[in-house]
């Protein structure tokens, strides 16, 4: 497989403009572009006016043939490329347990079709379907094949000896199946055809949605596994290549681009990431492990990796760099390498809104790790405000220091005053017991209460001023928190 780049998305992409697959697909105008988009982000990225730019062609929208052409069967490529993917296919096996009996029917549907015009391979074969034994007789005696169609010669010549069409009918039913009925191209509204070589592809982007190829649909089943063998630019997401339409020990010819995610499917990561070019890196994943170690692999000259200690401690820096980041410079961004005037370069690239260009960025590491590891120390995040932040917490706690004493004398008062409340609610329930048990004399002689009555009277005034005296002698003159305020220096501020 050939594997132009990896991606390691985040998790979750924010939205399609942080997607580097869609950005690098359209960015490629080198020829034709097949990007299989997961679904979540196709609606979004239809409403970006950056994208309609790219001319994106909706292939499962389209009643068009992109696959039985006579473009595709005359060039040997293609026609190698064309017959291997219709063998892949397990029904469509079952349809040609024999690939001579496949290709000798298509070579003869394209030989009896009207080559002027391009759906006339298509119109041939609903011909075919439709016609009884009679007319495919008289169609495969007059039929004029070139002499390098061996296979398709023997084939005729086995069905005359055996004068029965069960065989050949059976064959075009099931090509019908695929590329006419399906796409319902015997209808009058069917679209002229698709031609992914064409001269004017590579002015268009050729998208499909991810669950179209993984739903029960033989055709665009067939259609991938058909660019896979073409000089094209595939373009995977993460739902396509976790599939079983991909290994990464199969035989691609297309130039693939693959979209992975942090964690998942280790074999298929370790695999694809060896054999990939170039390496795109979400930011917003904390671990970038298997970014390091494909650097390892691919760049062990770059300047970082020279000495042995920087080698030993990288991975432990990058993590931390890139985990004390501000999360917002993060998002949607990629980390990389370029060229940049013969030399390597660690940057890190991201989608600009505002000209809708990737625009790349230095990373320099040992001045992020720095940065980071003294953020590290003082707990606080990697961002242009650490420095205020750090400021404010220092006055901040000295401010807490130099009202450390008066808190504590404030505190001893407050207890004091506790202590003292709580003696003069126990003299008062003893002057209530006193009260209650105290004779009423003047209601029981209807006279003044006597002597020794007025004594207990006079006894009780007594003990209530002396207690009263003594509390206000043991009263703080001034609460300790009104004298700081009210000589705090800063208090005019």
């Excluded at 499909?208 to 067939?222: D, G, N």
């Excluded at 009263?468 to 004298?483: G, M, V």
Aim: aromatic share 8%; proline share 4%.
């Amino acid at each position: 497989m050939t594997i132009k780049n990896v991606i390691i998305d985040p998790a979750v992409n924010s939205s399609a403009d942080t997607k580097i697959l869609i950005h690098n697909a359209i960015s490629n105008h080198n020829g034709s572009r097949l990007l299989i988009l997961n679904d979540v982000y196709l609606t979004e990225a239809y409403k970006q006016e950056w994208f309609l730019k790219a001319n994106p062609v909706l292939l499962n929208t389209k009643r068009a043939n992109s696959i039985l052409l006579h473009s595709n069967i005359e060039s040997n490529e293609r026609f190698i490329a064309l017959i291997n993917a219709h063998l892949r296919i397990p029904s469509i096996r079952k349809a040609f347990p024999n690939s001579d009996i496949l290709i000798s029917c298509i070579q003869i549907v394209d030989q009896l079709s009207d080559k002027r015009k391009t759906t006339g391979v298509i119109e041939k074969l609903s011909e075919l379907y439709n016609a009884d034994d009679e007319l495919l007789w008289a169609s495969l005696q007059k039929i004029n094949l070139p002499k390098s169609y061996k296979r398709a010669r023997k084939f005729i010549e086995i069905l005359e000896k055996s004068k029965t069409l069960d065989v050949f009918r059976k064959a075009i039913n099931a090509l019908f199946d695929i590329h006419v009925r399906f796409l319902h191209l015997s209808s009058a509204k069917a679209d002229q055809p698709i031609d992914l070589l064409g001269s004017h592809s590579k002015d268009n982007l050729f998208v499909l949605p991810a669950s179209v190829v993984h739903s029960q649909s033989i055709y665009f089943h067939l259609l991938v596994e058909f660019c896979k063998q073409l000089p094209i630019s595939l373009y995977l997401d993460s739902a396509i290549a976790y599939s079983d339409f991909f290994s990464p020990h199969e035989v691609i010819k297309a130039a693939t681009t693959v979209t992975l995610l942090p964690g998942k499917d280790p074999i298929k990561t370790s695999i694809w990431s060896y054999q990939a070019d170039n390496f795109y890196s979400s930011l917003q994943n904390d671990d970038q492990s298997v970014f390091i170690q494909w650097l390892f692999a691919k760049h062990p000259d770059i300047d970082m990796l020279k000495t042995p200690a920087e080698q030993e401690a990288l991975q432990w820096r990058f993590n931390l760099a890139v985990s004390k980041m501000n999360y917002l410079l993060r998002l949607g961004a990629y980390l990389t390498v370029i060229d940049n005037n013969d030399q390597k370069q660690l940057v890190f690239i991201r989608f600009n809104s505002k000209n809708h260009k990737l625009v790349s960025y230095e990373f320099n590491l040992n001045k992020l790790y720095e940065r980071a590891n003294a953020a590290s120390l003082n707990g606080s995040p990697l961002n242009e405000d650490h420095k205020k932040h750090s400021k404010d917490n220092d006055n901040i706690q000295d401010i807490r220091e130099a009202l450390k004493p008066f808190s504590e004398q404030l505190a001893k008062a407050t207890h004091k005053i506790d202590e003292m409340k709580d003696s003069i609610n126990e003299l008062e329930n003893q002057i209530e017991q006193l009260e209650t048990q105290k004779p009423d004399i003047g209601a029981l002689t209807g006279s003044e209460p006597d002597d020794h009555a007025a004594e207990i009277s006079q006894s009780y005034n007594q003990v209530l001023a002396k207690q009263r005296a003594s509390s206000k002698k043991n009263q703080p003159s001034q609460n300790p928190l009104q004298h700081l305020l009210k000589n705090d220096p800063t208090k005019n501020q």
